[in-house]
């Protein structure tokens, strides 16, 4: 073989190696404090998905189908939540799923969830939320993300500190 074609072949699999090493991430979190009065604000997650993902929805009809949208807060004296985490209905779809065959509920496009708190003081409040996203033809395994929500950032963007496959 000539020397050009070998080095065009191989930087084909390198290129093509790259790209299977990079890890799909269709679901882009961010979270935003929102301040009611002084003790009490609303944390609001928002997810974006990329064209032809979707997210499922906290609840769900049945429990073989996907895994439900979950936040887990971590216990601290310093918050106490009030109520559940409030989803938003808009892009919320519920509808047979090929994936599942069975109707599900699910978001497309984007996402938002919210929890209401009230804080005795102003501290960090972790967050762990668990996730699944599908396409028409398959899913991606469960996944988690971590967030650190600085209660004195108030309507700043927060990014998750960690991405768990």
Partial sequence: MK???LLVI???LVINSTVAQQKLNPVQWTAKVKAINTTTFDIVFTAQLDAGWFLYSQTQERNDGPIPTTFIFQKDK????NGLVKESWKNKIKEQDPVFD???VKYKTAAEFTQRIVVTERKEVLVMIEYMTCRATSCLPERY?????DLNKVNQVIVPQKLID
């Fill in 10 to 12: 191989f930087h084909l």
């Fill in 3 to 5: 020397p050009f074609t």
């Fill in 78 to 81: 310093n918050y106490e939540r």
């Fill in 145 to 149: 993300v971590e967030f650190s929500i």
């Fill in 102 to 104: 069975m109707v599900v």
